[in-house]
């Protein structure tokens, strides 16, 4: 069985490195076209993206366990409800993204406008001197110096171009689509976890989700958005309790 991580927005596979070397299991991060490599144009919207990640997934030829942050999160939940793809088991970390109650934060939606957007993702690219850089936007949420200094060697026009495409593909929210046709027990075994020292938390919404899915939940007490790099042996003891599960079941 392959643990495939998939990242979120604004990141690249490297997210995932300390974690992925504390599970003893096979296991790849897949890239997101468009961060830190090329985009081909026919990935417009979300559900381009989703059903690339369908695809790449078919590509491996067995059922995998699919664990999913931030975009890469909601792209894992959309492919279990959504296509015909062997998954195991799926995990998310942004679960309530997909409640009816929930709203976009105030970054994204400025994303979301034009040219608000657009002006903004230009600010914080390296190439624009004397502004913060997306790296320093997000180290308060908890990402490291390391990766924020990945991110901001990859972030161009195109990444900014595969920013604006996601978000502005996810008015007003995700409910409002993808979140109407997955509104019963996810087809596959799922886990919910809440890092509740996210400033942008809404641990409530991620339960009232997980309870819809049939998903279990995990809260990371006192974790970040990037609980991952924060804690890497607990993200690691939470995932691998929830295999065993899957396993015994």
């Known amino acids: 069985m392959t643990v495939v991580f998939v990242h979120g927005v604004?990141?690249?596979?490297?997210?995932w490195n300390a974690l992925r070397e504390r599970i003893d299991r096979p296991a790849l991060a897949l890239r997101l076209p468009g961060f830190g490599s090329p985009r081909p144009a026919g990935l417009v919207d979300k559900e381009a993206y989703a059903a690339w990640l369908a695809d790449d997934l078919r590509a491996l030829g067995g059922p995998v366990d699919l664990v999913?942050?931030?975009?890469?999160?909601?792209?894992?939940?959309?492919?279990?409800?959504a296509y015909d793809v062997p998954v195991r088991?799926?995990?998310?970390?942004v679960a309530h993204g997909w409640h009816p109650d929930y709203r976009w934060h105030e970054a994204a939606v400025l994303f979301q406008q034009s040219p608000q957007g657009e002006e903004l993702l230009a600010s914080l690219r390296a190439d624009s001197p004397g502004s913060p850089s997306f790296g320093d936007f997000l180290r308060p949420r908890g990402m490291s110096a390391e990766l924020a200094t990945e991110v901001d060697a990859v972030h161009d026009e195109v990444m900014s171009a595969a920013?604006?495409?996601l978000y502005r593909s996810a008015r007003p929210h995700l409910?409002?689509?993808?979140?109407?046709?997955f509104d019963g027990p996810a087809p596959a075994p799922g886990l919910v976890l809440?890092?509740?020292?996210?400033?942008m938390a809404q641990p409530a919404l991620d339960h009232e989700v997980a309870a819809r899915l049939g998903a279990r939940t995990e809260e990371l007490d006192g974790l970040t958005h990037y609980w991952m790099l924060q804690d890497p042996d607990r993200g690691a003891e939470a995932l691998e309790r929830f295999w065993a599960a899957c396993e015994a079941s």
């Open 10 to 15: 604004p990141e690249t596979p490297a997210v």
């Open 68 to 81: 999913g942050h931030d975009w890469g999160a909601h792209l894992a939940m959309r492919v279990v409800s």
């Open 89 to 93: 088991s799926w995990v998310s970390d």
């Open 163 to 165: 920013v604006l495409a």
């Open 175 to 181: 409910h409002a689509d993808w979140g109407r046709e």
């Open 194 to 199: 809440v890092p509740t020292g996210d400033p």
